[in-house]
């Protein structure tokens, strides 16, 4: 009987999450959301360069201002590229935002993304660090976007049917997701601690709290939206760079990079959210 090792452990745990969690969002996901997103297009525009120009844009100029570890650099990139995370939806619920704009806005970004992010990784990662942006770009296709558009496909086609594997789906989508961070811990814990006094964690805050800031002045007109834009911008797509981190990186150093930075955003975006939701109705965050 062969075991199988931790590395193999963790690329199979979070393929599964990855697949799961994208199949959820899909069936959760309306067709009149996407088309509201769509509709705003001035506010769509400037979604898109925020995340998929911008922020990719300034992590890279952090990276290579400081200097930082090829693999911790590549880590923060990779991240960076990634936009459309899972969470978007759930962090315009926590600020009272536009949840219709979040979830319509998600999709868009993560189709977009199998274009983007194998460019961007190819233009924009260290000169020592290499990817093959076509393989890459067949592992978002074929993790993300597909499962995303199978759930929008049933939830659209066949509700009773949706309706029927979205409760499962979750579950497999959460219970991974704990796995998923007790390997992590178990297995790169060591990877991990080594982050500390390399600077990427002072870089992942201070790219943050730019996003944060990027995504608020670019959100259009209306609370609701500059927060979504706000929240969406910082918290990036967790999952699908994990994934390509576990996969199409040999250097642990990049997991954990992205393990960081994504925790940053995440934690951050929540907090703010959180802060967000206090504000009486119709005055504007500070």
């Given at each position: ?20 969690t ?28 925020v ?104 939830s ?57 800031l ?36 040999s ?9 960081a ?24 965050p500070?």
């Open positions: 009987m062969v075991v199988p090792s931790g590395e193999a452990a963790v690329e199979f745990v979070t393929a599964v999450f990855v697949l799961s994208m199949f959820t969002m899909g069936v959760k996901l309306s067709v009149s959301q996407l088309v509201g997103a769509l509709r705003k297009r001035r506010l769509l525009a400037n979604a898109l360069v995340n998929l120009i911008a922020v990719p844009l300034i992590v890279y100029l952090f990276v290579q201002i400081v200097s930082v570890e090829a693999g911790f650099a590549a880590g923060m990139v990779l991240l960076a590229v990634s936009p459309g995370a899972p969470f978007g939806p759930k962090l315009a619920e926590i600020s009272d935002s536009d949840v219709a704009f979040a979830s319509g806005l998600m999709v868009i970004l993560c189709a977009l993304s199998v274009v983007t992010i194998p460019i961007s990784l190819l233009l924009l990662l260290p000169g020592d660090v290499t990817v093959d942006p076509l393989a890459i770009g067949r592992m978002v296709l074929r993790i993300q976007l597909i499962p995303l558009l199978l759930g929008l496909g049933l659209f086609l066949t509700p009773s049917l949706a309706d029927q594997l979205y409760l499962p789906a979750e579950r497999l989508s959460n219970y991974t997701f704990v796995g998923l961070i007790v390997l992590l811990v178990v297995v790169y814990g060591d990877s991990m601690m080594s982050l500390l006094g390399t600077g990427t964690l002072g870089l992942s805050t201070i790219a943050v709290i730019a996003s944060i990027l995504g608020y002045s670019l959100g259009g007109q209306t609370r609701g939206t500059r927060e979504v834009l706000a929240t969406t911008t910082a918290a990036r797509n967790a999952a699908i760079a994990l994934f390509i981190a576990t996969t199409g990186f250097d642990p150093n990049v997991l954990s990079a992205v393990l930075f994504s925790f940053i955003g995440v934690v951050g975006s929540g907090l703010i959210a959180s802060v967000w939701r206090r504000q009486p109705v119709g005055s504007v500070s």
